[in-house]
């Protein structure tokens, strides 16, 4: 195909948790102030064109057509020529890169699929680097410990690079500095340049903050995104638009500030009805969970809560529960729709020890239904867990 990722300034992403929302931010700004971005990200919640962005409009039908099209001609010669036929999410990588070489974007905001150094979207060159958060999930394909994940995710680092690290444990720190020591790259730790500081609790709609950076000092700014992991990921973004306005990508602050007022973030700690009070979340590993319910017990103090959640078969039910065992009354355990999702009863086992409540629907439908109709007052829904279930619950409350 050429090799169009060559041609492409970019930002490449990678992280346990925050990813796509630290994405979504540097890609916001840079719009915001004059750029013309390209935004690869995944999974999607309704469609596959959510993943492939320029300055947050969705690819067309056509041209995503089109693209694919392109990639099918060349996936023909490999096959014919003995290579293994590529993965999905490689054929969608190669398909961003060609639209975003096509529309001749000013840069691509890249967010990497499972881990880093084997992920398809580690053939870019990268103008920054990102690494949000190290976390235990997908162990099955990378690794047991936070060193082996850490190795993982340090794989997008760049001979002669930089990279942006974000809130990470020391153990996954050491990891990433020996990477960065071998590849002669620099670190730039988010924590050591830039302070976040909430004013206040906030809300559903956001949170006032004032944000200091170099060469990005913006004093008091609302942000839109509600939650207090929000602000580990807000930091993570204005440290990489700080070091790409060294590199000559301006940013002026009033501009930053209008971006940061405008965001939404669908499936992210959304409020997406008002009676009964029910809040969707896409966390779907145990420090997901964590930070939702440390959320949650901010903007909702001493509320208790009806609980529908649904795994996949690879996630850790037990340490995301316990995560979420507190203030929840009634947990509603269902499937989500997904051939990755054979063993959701096996999760309805595991709810019955920490809940002192349990139903189980299979159908997602069913489960929000019977949940509505168990909702006291004064107590609200959270729904969460797998992309397939928000999905089904984002569809059932705008039609219902």
């Known amino acids: 195909m050429g090799n169009p990722q060559d041609r492409l300034r970019a930002v490449h992403v990678t992280g ?3 990813k796509g929302s630290t994405s979504y931010i540097i890609a916001s700004v840079l719009e915001g102030a004059g750029y013309k971005v390209g935004r690869f990200t995944s999974p999607h919640l309704h469609s596959y064109r959510e993943r492939v962005t320029v300055n947050g409009r969705l690819i067309s039908g056509k041209d995503f057509l089109s693209c694919l099209d392109e990639v099918q001609v060349a996936l023909r010669k490999l096959v014919r020529e003995g290579v293994e036929r590529p993965t999905e999410f490689e054929i969608l990588t190669a398909a961003a890169l060609m639209f975003f070489v096509r529309e001749r974007v000013d ?3 890249l967010e990497v699929g499972m881990g ?7 053939v870019v060159k990268p103008e920054i680097a990102v690494i949000t958060k190290v976390e235990l999930d997908h162990t099955e394909y990378l690794g047991c410990t936070l060193s082996e994940i850490a190795y993982n995710k340090a794989g997008i680092i760049k001979q002669g690079g930089e990279v942006v690290v974000g809130p990470v444990g020391e153990e996954a720190l050491k990891t990433i500095e020996e990477e960065a020591r071998k590849k002669s790259a620099v670190i730039y730790r988010a924590d050591n340049y830039v302070t976040v500081k909430p004013k206040g609790i906030g809300s559903f709609e956001g949170q006032l903050v004032e944000v ?8 008091e700014v609302f942000f839109s995104l509600p939650g207090g992991y929000q602000l580990e990921n807000l930091k993570t973004a204005m440290m990489v638009l700080s070091r790409l306005a060294a590199k000559g990508w301006e940013c002026p602050a009033n501009v930053v500030k209008q971006a940061l007022g405008r965001l939404t973030w669908p499936g992210r700690l ?26 949650l017990d901010l903007l909702l103090p001493g509320r208790s809560r009806v609980l529908v959640c649904g795994l996949l078969d690879d996630k850790d039910a037990e340490g995301f529960l316990k995560k979420l065992s507190y203030q929840t009354r009634l947990c509603v355990v269902t499937k989500p729709e997904s051939a990755r999702a054979t063993k959701w009863r096996e999760k309805t086992e595991t709810a019955f020890k920490l809940f002192p409540k349990v139903m189980a629907k299979e159908n997602i439908e069913e489960a929000i239904s019977a949940a509505i109709s168990q909702v006291q007052d004064e107590e609200y829904l959270l729904i969460t867990g797998s ?4 999905d089904k619950a984002r569809r059932y409350f705008t039609r219902n």
């Open 16 to 18: 346990t948790n925050g």
């Open 107 to 109: 840069i691509a905001v």
């Open 116 to 122: 880093g150094r084997y992920d398809s979207t580690n």
């Open 212 to 219: 200091w950076c170099p060469r990005l000092d913006l004093g």
């Open 270 to 295: 959304e409020k997406i009805s008002d009676d009964p009070l029910v809040v969707i979340d896409a966390a779907h590993n145990p420090d997901g969970a964590a930070a939702l319910a440390r959320a």
């Open 387 to 390: 992309f397939y279930l928000i």
